[in-house]
């Protein structure tokens, strides 16, 4: 059974199913914002419920600790007794998994719903009374329609409710994302029962966001805005790097060019740096099922202009490691290049889709030698996604970033780390091959700085040395 409660009796119970990036966070908060309400967050995972009862959490996110600390065992609590919060619950959020499908129809651009399709047989098989289901993964738009389906064939005649409630997070600042989120969107029903359901989750988040940024529409539409929004900020990230590739070309500044188009109105500066490329568990995952959506909805001439987004942002990968190569005389066989990040941004441990894991991968296939520094990833994280043994002699685990640049060739900025821009980097060139490069893939450092020193240094749409 779930953790007693040990404070006078809440007026409201949330479970949430699955304790990972979205989940954890954001039930941490709606616990912190509202000590009213308990908050059971469930998972058949033991290793990670274990890790959010421990001091060691098992995602890094600024700021998450003291939110589970102030609140965990109060009106927070982490379980795996899954049926038993069901029962127990009000309102049941669903934040599992939804991988892209890796097999059969839709392959490498749908959704696997499998995982939601699992919850939502379960909250069917358990609930004798009706919940409010809020939809809180990332899943094609009308899957409301499909848990929907499945809630009413318990032949019980439970009429429950299925909203919509995207999350909009930034790792690295989810925490800051959910204490002062830009909106927050809730889709329901447009029946009396569905606007009513709408209303009770409204007036959790009401406890600290502003009305007026709870927005609220039907179903379809907040399913919808989910990938669309990712969408347009993958776009403007591979428009970028597009550009990127031709101010090398011409000699223009990317960064100039950037300032310059976001200093109107009408565009904006933000997301326009040009890097290696994005990654993230959320924006390829959701613009390959926004492309799988339009072309199971008729529509391939957007299915493809789409698609260009995720082709682009794959391009850059694979151009920057390239561009590694032919720097270093069109051979990087038994060199030692060193990586510093790994994971996918700064201020978090994951790695999906990480634009390092294509860069390794692609000078391991030339044969190189990589020492990997990382402040957060583990090694274990690191072999896993490499697809590699714990002591391939091809791969070494550094404890710092002078020790991954000692002997190097090239050393190469694929995370956005702060403390790499205050590097001794004096210290860094006298330990390195000379000649000493840096390839810039996050435009982090001070160039001029580094030529002083003695570097050679490549950036992403800079004027070539």
């Known amino acids: 059974m779930p953790p007693e409660e040990t404070s006078p009796p809440f007026n409201l119970r949330i479970c949430c199913i699955g304790a990972g990036y979205v989940g954890g966070p954001t039930m941490a908060m709606i616990a912190s914002k509202c000590p009213h309400i308990r908050v059971d967050v469930v998972d058949l995972n033991e290793k990670r419920i274990a890790a959010w009862n421990s001091a060691e959490l098992p995602i890094y996110e600024p700021g998450l600790d003291e939110v589970v600390a102030g609140a965990r065992g109060k009106n927070l609590f982490f379980s795996t007794e899954v049926k038993d919060s069901i029962h127990a619950a009000d309102i049941i959020f669903v934040s599992v998994n939804t991988p892209t499908k890796t097999f059969g129809v839709g392959a490498h651009k749908a959704a696997d719903l499998r995982f939601v399709e699992s919850v939502a047989r379960t909250i069917a098989e358990v609930a004798d009374s009706p919940k409010i289901i809020v939809e809180k993964s990332t899943i094609p738009v009308r899957t409301a329609a499909t848990i929907q389906t499945i809630l009413e064939s318990s032949e019980k005649g439970l009429k429950h409710q299925v909203l919509s409630n995207p999350e909009f997070l930034a790792e690295g600042t989810a925490m800051a994302d959910l204490g002062d989120p830009d909106r927050i ?149 038994g060199k030692r290049i060193a990586i510093l990040g790994f994971a996918f941004k700064k201020d978090t441990n994951d790695t999906r889709e990480s634009a390092a894991i294509y860069v ?106």
Not at 202 to 226: G, H, Q
Not at 409 to 435: C, Y
């Open 360 to 465: 390794c991968r692609d000078l391991l296939e030339e044969r190189a030698s990589i020492s990997i520094y990382d402040p957060k990833v583990s090694k274990e994280q690191i072999c896993q996604d490499l697809g590699i043994g714990p002591d391939d002699p091809r791969v070494e685990f550094a404890d710092s970033a002078s020790q991954a640049a000692a002997d190097a060739h090239a050393l190469l900025v694929l995370t956005e780390w702060d403390e790499f821009r205050s590097l001794d980097f004096e210290a860094i060139f006298q330990s390195m091959v000379k000649p000493a490069w840096i390839f810039d893939g996050r435009s982090l450092l001070d160039h001029a700085r580094l030529r002083e020193i003695g570097f050679k240094v490549y950036s992403i749409g800079k004027p070539l040395p």
């Open 185 to 333: 969107l809730i889709g329901g029903e447009q029946t009396p029962e569905g606007l009513a359901a709408v209303e009770k989750l409204v007036s959790v988040y009401a406890n600290w966001v502003p009305r007026e940024r709870i927005l609220t529409t039907n179903l379809w539409s907040s399913e919808l805005s989910k990938l669309v929004a990712n969408a347009f900020l993958a776009q403007r990230i591979s428009s970028i790097n597009s550009i990127s590739a031709l101010c090398e070309q011409t000699g223009a500044d990317v960064d100039e060019v950037a300032r310059a188009i976001g200093s109107d109105s009408r565009i904006g500066p933000k997301f326009l740096k040009a890097s290696v490329g994005f990654g993230g568990s959320c924006f390829q995952k959701d613009v390959l099922n926004l492309v799988y959506l339009c072309g199971h909805f008729g529509l391939p001439e957007v299915a493809a202009y789409w698609e260009q987004v995720i082709q682009m942002n794959d391009w850059q990968k694979h151009r920057f490691a390239e561009r590694v190569l032919r720097t270093l005389f069109n051979t990087v066989t």
